[in-house]
């Protein structure tokens, strides 16, 4: 009777365990790779999660987590170093420093949190294509990162600061976004491939990068009517592959530049869909052919490269400015210091000249007084001779 007692608490706490918990295993046991599919966990779920353990390889797919944070990788015991999350409605998505690869492809990030107190230096692979994001990411400290593909997104803005420290950067893509405008300087040694096509850019200016090792940048589908062939050379000097179809090159402009990647034996392919109404082809690239636009757009680009070089001067010319105030206001502070030591020297040489004055005050006071009792006793001397001197005389009454 006892035992069956025991029985039945038993399978009770384990049906009261069940329930109270959501226990997930991985589909494919047999696999390095822990595939889990159809995880939910929403911020409404009063019952926990069980994941499994221990594992480095972890891939959730078809779920419903709408925010991954800190807390959910303590689930795993410790964060995997190989992380993917597809397809799992994720808004909010916290990047471990354990990680090594993310892909976070295909959810409805608008979010992606990266602590700037700890270090990622072992990240390498970052995916969050096909989200919601209007921004980058705080990527700017991922020393180590590789690879990174914020493609089909929402961002309109680039600032190519950002990418100052990720020296070891390979592959950057930002295709599919809404790009219309990239500013400041873009150096980066070792990167490879760029891809910005399918953005809304009308204009791109060279000037300030230099991307010595980019083999293959892909500027198709955008808004682009005019480039010189010249300003990629310094640059891009290892370049091989240039994206162009799906822009609105302007016939007149085109020809000098692809003479200019043939010449360095750049390849580039035609548009692969027919030219639309009023538009021809040179050697397969679809252009407008206007000698008003031709005029009007390279009169703007000439104008905007000189306001550019302006610019510069005029950036160099304030720098110069500010260092020669830096050394000027050196020079002032250390006339100012020596002034104010030379003003200290002379209050002390007051103070010592006073003191002086005292002491010359006292001594001519102690001398007069020496001086008067010395006639004193002079006086006292002569009058003492004189009296020694002076007959006696004796008075007789």
């Given at each position: 009777?006892?035992?069956?007692?025991?029985?039945?608490?038993?399978?009770?706490?384990?049906?009261?365990?069940?329930?109270?918990?959501?226990?997930?295993?991985?589909?494919?046991?047999?696999?390095?790779?822990?595939?889990?599919?159809?995880?939910?966990?929403?911020?409404?779920?009063?019952?926990?999660?069980?994941?499994?353990?221990?594992?480095?390889?972890?891939?959730?797919?078809?779920?419903?987590?709408?925010?991954?944070?800190?807390?959910?990788?303590?689930?795993?015991?410790?964060?995997?170093?190989?992380?993917?999350?597809?397809?799992?409605?994720?808004?909010?998505?916290?990047?471990?420093?354990?990680?090594?690869?993310?892909?976070?492809?295909?959810?409805?990030?608008?979010?992606?949190?990266?602590?700037?107190?700890?270090?990622?230096?072992?990240?390498?692979?970052?995916?969050?294509?096909?989200?919601?994001?209007?921004?980058?990411?705080?990527?700017?400290?991922?020393?180590?990162?590789?690879?990174?593909?914020?493609?089909?997104?929402?961002?309109?803005?680039?600032?190519?600061?950002?990418?100052?420290?990720?020296?070891?950067?390979?592959?950057?893509?930002?295709?599919?976004?809404?790009?219309?405008?990239?500013?400041?300087?873009?150096?980066?040694?070792?990167?490879?491939?760029?891809?910005?096509?399918?953005?809304?850019?009308?204009?791109?200016?060279?000037?300030?990068?230099?991307?010595s090792n980019l083999a293959i940048f892909d500027l198709s589908l955008n808004l682009l009517m005019y480039?010189?062939?010249?300003?990629?050379?310094?640059?891009?000097?290892?370049?091989?592959?240039?994206?162009?179809?799906?822009?609105?090159?302007?016939?007149?402009?085109?020809?000098?530049?692809?003479?200019?990647?043939?010449?360095?034996?750049?390849?580039?392919?035609?548009?692969?869909?027919?030219?639309?109404?009023?538009?021809?082809?040179?050697?397969?690239?679809?252009?407008?052919?206007?000698?008003?636009?031709?005029?009007?757009?390279?009169?703007?680009?000439?104008?905007?490269?000189?306001?550019?070089?302006?610019?510069?001067?005029?950036?160099?010319?304030?720098?110069?400015?500010?260092?020669?105030?830096?050394?000027?206001?050196?020079?002032?502070?250390?006339?100012?210091?020596?002034?104010?030591?030379?003003?200290?020297?002379?209050?002390?040489?007051?103070?010592?000249?006073?003191?002086?004055?005292?002491?010359?005050?006292?001594?001519?006071?102690?001398?007069?007084?020496?001086?008067?009792?010395?006639?004193k006793s002079s006086k006292d001397e002569v009058q003492k001779d004189a009296e020694e001197k002076a007959?006696?005389?004796?008075?007789?009454?």
């Open positions: 009777m006892s035992l069956l007692r025991s029985l039945l608490s038993l399978l009770v706490l384990t049906l009261r365990y069940s329930t109270a918990q959501k226990v997930y295993e991985c589909e494919n046991s047999s696999s390095d790779v822990c595939v889990l599919v159809g995880v939910e966990h929403t911020p409404n779920d009063e019952e926990p999660i069980i994941l499994p353990e221990e594992l480095q390889f972890v891939e959730m797919v078809n779920g419903n987590i709408p925010k991954i944070d800190e807390d959910f990788y303590n689930e795993f015991g410790e964060p995997p170093t190989n992380f993917t999350v597809t397809n799992c409605n994720v808004e909010q998505l916290f990047v471990s420093p354990q990680f090594v690869h993310l892909n976070a492809t295909g959810n409805k990030l608008k979010t992606v949190t990266i602590n700037g107190k700890v270090s990622y230096n072992r990240l390498k692979m970052l995916i969050v294509s096909r989200n919601q994001l209007r921004r980058l990411p705080n990527i700017k400290d991922l020393a180590q990162l590789e690879h990174l593909d914020v493609s089909r997104n929402i961002i309109d803005f680039i600032d190519l600061n950002v990418f100052q420290r990720l020296t070891n950067l390979k592959v950057l893509n930002l295709e599919g976004n809404r790009i219309n405008s990239l500013d400041g300087p873009f150096r980066l040694g070792k990167l490879t491939e760029l891809r910005l096509n399918s953005n809304e850019l009308q204009e791109i200016s060279f000037d300030s990068w230099n991307l480039l010189n062939g010249d300003d990629l050379r310094e640059p891009f000097p290892r370049l091989r592959y240039l994206g162009l179809p799906g822009n609105q090159w302007n016939c007149r402009a085109l020809p000098k530049l692809l003479a200019t990647l043939q010449e360095r034996s750049v390849r580039f392919f035609g548009d692969v869909t027919r030219c639309g109404k009023n538009w021809t082809t040179v050697q397969g690239l679809c252009c407008q052919d206007s000698y008003v636009n031709w005029v009007t757009l390279h009169s703007q680009w000439e104008i905007r490269k000189l306001e550019r070089r302006i610019q510069t001067l005029n950036d160099t010319l304030l720098a110069d400015l500010a260092k020669v105030k830096d050394e000027q206001g050196t020079q002032i502070a250390k006339l100012e210091q020596q002034i104010e030591e030379q003003e200290g020297l002379m209050v002390n040489m007051k103070r010592h000249l006073m003191s002086m004055e005292g002491l010359i005050e006292d001594l001519i006071e102690e001398l007069y007084l020496r001086e008067v009792e010395s006639v007959p006696k005389t004796k008075l007789v009454y």
